[in-house]
């Protein structure tokens, strides 16, 4: 089998994240990864804030804590986005008229 540090890279190549479970080593399709919630991406990399926190006397605890924020406001962004997109194309705001549909832009 490859080395850990081989594995990873090649995952990567193929479009896939590799992380570690109680099991060991796995990889899954990173669109599939991003896809689930802020709360499954933070789980699965074992970084949610509870986590982190538990990791105090290590410095790497913040930036740890940071990307934790950073990946929910992402997630956050990406479904406002998706929302808008959504409200665009159904009340066909092309024109620039405002619609009347009650979703703030």
Known sequence: ??????????????GKIV?????????????????????????DLNRLEETT????DDI???NDFAVALTIRELKSE????????????GC???DGKPCDCGLEE
């Not at 990173?30 to 919630?37: A, R, S």
């Not at 926190?53 to 105090?56: A, R, S």
């Not at 406002?80 to 194309?89: E, K, P, S, T, V």
């Open 19 to 43: 992380v570690m479970t109680f099991d060991g080593l796995a990889s899954m399709d990173i669109k599939d990864f991003v896809d689930q919630p802020a709360d499954g991406i933070l789980y």
């Open 60 to 62: 790497k605890w913040v």
């Open 53 to 56: 926190l538990t990791f105090i």
């Open 78 to 89: 990406i479904t406002r986005l998706g929302n808008y997109a959504q409200h665009r194309i």
């Open 92 to 94: 066909e705001f092309f």
């Open 1 to 14: 089998m490859l080395d850990r540090k081989e594995y990873i890279l090649e995952a990567r190549k193929a």
